[in-house]
C-alpha cells in the first residue's frame, strides 16, 4: 500500500528508528535547586516506597498562561513549570483559540488552572524550540568568510560599538584587511525634522507632477532650494531616492505587535524608510487583494484600505468551499479552526468542499474535493460566478446596495460598488464615472482633515453614478441617510456619449467568456461537480462561504484568483453575516487618547524616499520612471515583498543598500528560489554590512556580519493579535515564563536579557537615536527597558477601549497576586521585578495588568461575538467589487494597465510572457504544503515532532511514478530550468542537493507533485559551527528530508527572484515545472 | 483494523535487537509482586475542580468530560471504569495527543503510548485518509498481565492496566503479547544527547539548555527519576489514561489536546456521562474484537 508522509507511524518502527539517531545521556538542570513539593496522589495509584510525584499539577504556582508562537496561529498556551523549567504545555482555557466557548473572563485563575484547552504537537512541542541546545547566548561575529560559519563571540557593546561606527571591522578575516564597513553613524545623514520634513514635501511636488519638463523643472528646484544638504541625499539628482538613511534597510520575519513597536521604532529613529516585512511569502496577495477590496472613498479619493482579509465565520456556516486552505495542518489554523469545524461536520451543521490539487486531511471531511491544476483558480471560480450568473443564484438585494444608507435599510452592515458605473474607454473599463463630470450634479465642496499634515483641506466632492431603473443616479457612498440602490447589471451609453458598464455587469461579461465547462476545463476539474459545489454555495443564504489561503494566492496570478474567489463571496453577501465572511477584531494596546500613547515619538524624522522595495507608489510618477519594463517591478497596491527585499539590493535598485537588519527571518530557506538570496548576502560589495537578530545560527543569519541573541517566544513580550476567524474581540499577550537563554547585558544603565529590544536600546543609547531614554515617549517618560513599552502595552489592554477608563479590567485579587507572583519566583530581575513593574504602570494600573497577565490577555465572552444573525464587531464598509484603484495602476514590466475586476489570467513572468520555454522538458508541476509538525524553518529543532515525520520524502502520484519508472523510496532529485544542478549554493562553496525520497501517492492529482515545508535543513543546528575556535556538530537529524524551494523558478526577467505576482507582491511558490532524476543512493 | 501479523512481528524484532537485560537474576531480585491497589474510602477524591465554573449548554466536550471525571472521582476506585471512545470522523490526524502524552509522560526516544496510524485508500480522485490513534485498549482480558513474569503488569478494579515500573525486569514479554503493539520498551535514550555536541561551557548554550529532559516523570503519582539508567528506563512502557491526572480532576494529556475533539474519556459505570451516551451507538467498534480481549476503548466510524 502506498502511503503518506506520516508513514512513520504505520508501525511504531518509526520512533524507533527516530530513537536509534539518537544516543544516550542526561543533563542537569542549570536553573538552581528544587523546590519540589510532594502531591500526595501517588499512594492512591500505586503501591510502592517509591517517592510521589513532586510535579506539581495544578498549583497556580507554577503556571503562566501566554501565546505560542511555534506558527504564527498564536493560541492561548498554559505552560506548567517544575522548578521553573516549562515541562507541559496545554491550551489556555481563557483564550477562543483552545476551548469552545471558551472560559468566561471573569472565572477566577484558580478556577481556571484545571482546565486545559486543545492545542497542536508544535505547541506541546514548543519548550523544546525554547530549550534548544543550538540556541546562542551571546553576540556572535563572523570570523570567516560568509556562510563559512565560523564566529567568535564578542561583548554586546562591542556589537553595538563597531555597527555603529563602522571602520576595518572584519580585518582579521582573510581577504578584508583592509575593507572598511561603513557604520550607522556615517549613513545617518539627515536627522534634522524640520528639513527632512521640508524635503519630503518638495518629494511630494515632483511625484505629483505629471508633466516630464515640468518634472524637471522641480528636480532642478530642489538642488537648488536645499543646495547645503545635498550630500545627505543617495543621489542628489533623484532626489525622491530619499536620504543616505535609507540604504539601511530593517527588515523581519515574524514580527508581532509590541515587538514590532520596538522594531518599527528604531527603523524610524534611524531615519529610514526601509521597513519591510515578510508578508508576501505567507499570503501576500491574499492580503493585499483584501486591502483593494476595503479601500475606502475618503476626501475624493480611494484610500485606507486595510492590509487584513476575510475568513468564514467557521463555527457557524453552513456550507464552506476552502481553497488552498489546509486548516487542519496550517493557515491559522489547526486548534482554533478545527474546533469550530469537526463537530458541526459530524452533526451535519456545516457541509464542507475543498479546492486543492493535493487530497489534504481538510479534503478527507469534505463532501467534494476540486483536484484543480495549481494556478486555475481564477477559472474554477469564473465557472462557479457564470453558474451564478446564469442561474440568477445571487444576492441581489446586497449587490443592489450602492451606499451606506441602502445597506442600513437593507439590514446589511457592508455595501459594494457593483452597481457603481465605470467608463469604458477603448472597451476598456477604467474609472469609475463621476457625476459632477457628466453634468447629473453640480460638485460639492466638502472638508476633509488630511493625513499627513492633519490640517483640514477643501476638496470637490463628485459622487458616482448608478442607475436607478435605468437612470443616472448620482450616489455618496457614505451617505448613511438617503438610500440609494442601483440596477445590477448596466451597459449602456451616457447622455454625453460615455459608454458605461456596471461594475458587476463587467464582472458577469469576465465570466461569460467562456462556458462553465470551458472554464472547468482550464482547472482540469468536472464541470459537474463545480456545478454541485456553486449549487451548494448558493443554497444557505448567507450560511456558505469561500474560504481561502495561501493556496490561491501564491502565484503570478494570485491576486486575481484572490479576487475572483472574494467576488464570490460579494455575490453571496455574507459579509458581516453569521456564519459569512468575518474578520479579525483585536483590543488596541496603542493606547492613544486613553491611557498611555505608545506610538508617541518625540524628536522623530519624517522618512521619504522610494522603499527599496519599491512599494506604495506608481514608477510612472518617479524620477527613475524610464520607459518600460522597469529594471523590477514596482508595487504601488501592496508592502513587505520579502522576495524584493535582498535581490533588490543585490541589482541596487533603485538603490544600494549599506546595511541589513533582518529579524526573525530565514529569506533564503523560506522563499521560493531562496537560493539566489544567499549569493548576494555572501556578497560584500552589495551588502557590506549584514546585522541578523536570532536565538540560534539560522538558515539566514548564519551569512550575517552580526548575530545578536533573541530570547524565543517563552522568555518574551508581544501582542499576537487575532485571525479572522475568532468572532470575538481578543489580544493574546506573549510574556515571560522561563528565565532567558541568552545572557543579561547591560543597556541604560539596566540590566536586559540579551534580545531584539536590548540591541535596539543598545543602538539607541550609543547613537542617542530619539524616541528613546529618559523621555522616550514624552517628558518624563522613558524608554530605557523592555517593560517601559512592553507594560504600557498590557496597560492600554487593561484600560480598555473608553477613553473615560470605563472598560478597565477589575483589579486581581490578594490570592491572585500571590499567584502570579509565585509563578515568577525564577525570572531574574532583568526580566521580573515587581517593584519595577509597579513603578512603570502605577499602583492603580498593578492589579489589573496582573488580572490580565493571569488570563494570557484579553478576551471577550463567546457571546459576545455575535448579535443576532449578524457579526457583533462587522467590518461594515464599502466592498470594492470593481477596483478604480488597481484599473489605474501599471505593470512595470509591460507597460499595460492592470485589471480592475475579477479576470482570468495564466502564470507569466515578469515579461508578462507565459513561461513556456521553462517548461520545455519538466512536465511536473511541483507544489508544497504543510504538516501539522512544521512550520517552515524554526520547528526542526523540536525532537520530539521527529517521530511523527523524520523526513519529508516527495509525493508523486503512482501514474507518474510508473511512468517516469521511480519506485517509492527511491531517491529523485529536484531539478528545473533554472536550478539544472537541482543543488542549494550555500555559499563559502558548500552545496546541498536537492534529493528526497519518493512517496507514492493517491493523494496528488497526476502531474502535480508535493513536498512538505520544514525539512532539509542546512543550518538552524543542522549545520557545523566553529564558535571560539569549538567546532559544535549539527543534528543529523535536522538535516533530513528535501526541501525543494531551489527548484522553483527563478524569474527570467528578474534573474535573481523567484516570479512574483506584480500586482498583489506574492511570490510564485506554485507554478514551476520540474523533473525528478533518480539519485544513486549514496554509501 | 489495522494491526497487521507484520506489525508485531516488526514490534518483536525492534525489541529483540535492543539492549539485552538478563531476565533470571532480576526476577529473582525483584521477587513475585502482589499488587493490591488501595481502594475503599481512601481512594475518594472530592475534587472542588469546576465548582466555581457553572455549566452551560453547549460547552466544550472537554468540559463536560472534565465535569463527568470529578463525579466519578468521588467515588471509590473499584466503582469507577475508565473507558475511552475515539470518534474517528472527527479526528483529523493531527497528532497533538501523540506529542502531548510525549510530553507529559517524559517519553524517551522509541517509546510511544498514543501514536496515530494514517491510512491512505482509494484511487485519485476518489480517496479516503482514515486516522486512528491507537492508545492502550485496556482490555477487560488484557493479553499482557498472564504473560508477566513478576506481575510488574496487572488490570485495577478501574480499568486501567498498569505496570510498576520497579517490578518490571524489562524482559518484554509483554510487548509480544499484546496484539496490538501498544507498548514499547524504554531503551534509556534522551531525544537532546547529542545535540550541539562540543558546546557544553561555549557561548553556544549546549546541553545545558535542555532542563527539561532531567525532570522525573510523574506517571502514577510516582516520580521517576531516571537518571542513572533507573526506572523506567529498561522497562516496558504503556498508557495508562495519565492516572496521576485523573487523581488531580483533570482529563488524560490525549484528551484535553484534541484539537478535533475526536477523543472521549470517562466512567462507564456513569450511565450519565458522555462516554455511556456515546459506546451504545450502531457505529461503535473496538479494534480486534475477535482476540477476545475485550478492550476498553471504542471507536466510533
Redesign the interface.
Known sequence: MSNDNDQALKTRRGFLAGGALLGTGLFASILGASEDRQVATGAAILDTTRPDSPDPRVDGGNVILTACLQCNTGCGIKCRMQDGVVTKIDGNPYAPWTLLPHLPYATKAADALPVDGGICPKGQAGLQSAYDPYRIRKVLKRAGRRGENKWVSIPFTQAIQEISDGGKLFADVPGEADRVVQGLKSLMTLTDGKLAKAMAGAVKKIWDEKDKAKKAALVAAFKSEFAAHLDKLIDPDHPDLGPKNNQIVVNWGRLKDGRGDFYKRFAAALGTTNAHGHTTVCQGSLYFTCKAISEQYIGGKFSDGQKFYWQADTENSAFILFVGANLFEANYGPPNRTVRLTGNLVSGKTRIAVADPRFSKLASKAWKWLPLKPGTDTAVAMAIMRWMFDEKRIDAKFLGCANKAAAKAAGEDSWSNATWLVAIKDGRPGKLVRAADIGLIAAEKRKVVDKETKEEKEYDEKFFVVMVGGKPTAVDPNDDKAAVTGDLFVDATLADGTKVKSGLQILRDNASERSVAEWAAIADVKADDVIAVARELTSHGKQAAVDIHRGPAQHTNGFYNVLSWMSINMLLGNFDAKGGMIKATTYDTGGKGKWFDLKAHPGKVASFGVSSIRHGVDYEKTTLFSGYPAKRNWYPLSSDMYQEVIPSIGDAYPYPCKVLFTYMGAPTYALPAGHTNIEILCDLEKVPLYVANDILVGSSSMYADYIFPDTSFLERWEFQGSHPSIPNRVQPVRQPVIPPIPEDVTVFGQAHPANLEAMILGFAEYLKLPGFGDHGFAEGKPLKHQDDLMLRGVGNLAFGEKADGSASLPDADEAEIGMFLQARRFLPKSVFDPERWKATVGAAMWPKLVYLLNRGGRFEDHEKGHKGERHAHPYAALLNLYQEKTAGTIHSGTGKPNPGVATWLPVRGYDGKEPEALRQGHDLALVTHRTITQTKSRTIADPWLSPVMPDNGILVHPDDAARLGLAAGQLVKVVSATNPGGEWPLGAGRTKAMVGRVVTTQTVRPGVISFALGFGHWSTGAGDLVVDGHLIKGEPRRQAGVHANAAMWIDPALKNTCMVDPVGGSVSFYDTQVKLVPVALAT | M?MTRR?VI??GI?VGAGVAVSGAAIVSARGKQD????SGP??VRNLD?????PA?P??????RM?RDLVKAMAKP?EQRHWVMVI?Q??C?????C???C???N?L?????YR???????????N???E?TPRPCMQCDQPPCVPVCPVSATWKRADGIV?V?Y?ACIGCRYCLTACPY?AR?SD?????????????DG???????????????S???????D??GHASPAGNARKCHFC???L?????P?CT???????TYFGDSNDPDSLVSELITKHNVQTLLPHKGTRPRVYYIV
Open positions: 489495522p506489525e516488526q514490534s525492534a499488587h493490591a491497589d488501595a481512601s481512594t475542580t469546576l465548582k466555581n465554573i452551560k453547549g460547552e466544550d466536550p472537554l468540559m472534565q476506585m470518534d470522523r472527527k483529523v490526524g493531527c497528532h497533538a501523540t506529542v502531548s510525549i510530553a507529559e517524559h524517551p526516544p522509541g517509546v510511544v501514536p496515530v496510524v494514517i491510512e491512505e485508500s482509494g484511487s485519485f480522485p480517496i479516503k485518509l486516522f498498569a510498576d520497579d503493539g514499547t531503551f534509556g535514550e534522551d531525544y537532546q544527547a547529542k545535540a550541539a555536541i562540543g558546546a561555549q557561548a553556544v548554550a549546549g546541553a545545558q539548555a535542555t532542563p527539561n529532559e532531567g525532570k522525573p510523574p506517571e502514577y503519582g510516582k516520580s521517576w531516571r537518571k492516572l496521576h491526572k487523581e488531580n480532576g483533570q482529563l494529556a484535553s489536546t484534541c484539537i478535533g475533539r475526536a
